[in-house]
């Protein structure tokens, strides 16, 4: 059985695209961006706040938009390479023969992002971190539709990502930039939206878009199809009357 959802709620935060109507205008037209800028990210107390590099910041304050005053739901937290420049610091450090902080290490691995999240909104609320390459997008929104088909009401999906630090800088595609967008999803009863993955059913073809975002596109327009092929897989996203 394929689960039918539909988009509550949706936030989106990244250098030069500060609110929800300058992201649809980028969407429709896409420009090279600003690669350096923050988020104010005033609803995490500043203790916590510190604890954060870049892409954690990026991160929860799509990730507070998102839920707002909302119940408390399960997340999932999606990254392709999560905190790369806290990890690749940490290896560069191993590579000198330094000692490594045992903060700096628990503030690496993937799910650090998310224990943050959780920790600051005292919310014992169950939270995921996953990772699947060029399909990240479409993995978060498996778990979150495994959670609705086991009955929970709503799922809050975080999608965050940026560009790779150096000496990793070589794997970037030319459109990566730091980003990060939520959307809050239901089980729809008629209607709504839904993904089903199938033997690859062409090609793999190159987008205009980093894959995350070529699925947000699609998330916020009128088209009724999305394929996304991946090796022998091919993802199918459908908007259904």
Sequence with gaps: MTIR?????????????PDAEAWQAWLAAPRPLPDEGLPALAEMPAMMRRRLERLG???LQAAYWGQDDAAPCPIVFASRHGDSVRTVALLRQLAAEDGLSPTAFSLSVHNAIGALFSIARQDPTSYTAVALGE???????????????????CVLVVCYDEPLPEPFDGFNRSDEFPRAWA?????????????ETLPAQAEARATDLPPDLTVLR???????????TVGARTWRWQRHA
């Design 5 to 17: 959802f539909s988009l509550d709620r949706w936030a989106a935060w990244a250098p030069g695209l």
């Design 57 to 59: 910041r990026i991160a």
């Design 135 to 153: 399909e990240t997008a479409e993995a978060a929104f498996t778990e979150a539709l495994g959670l609705l088909a086991g009955g929970e009401p």
């Design 183 to 195: 959307c809050r999803l239901s089980r729809a009863q008629a209607g709504g939206l839904s993904l």
């Design 218 to 228: 699609f998330l916020l327009s009128t088209e009724t199809t999305l394929e996304h």
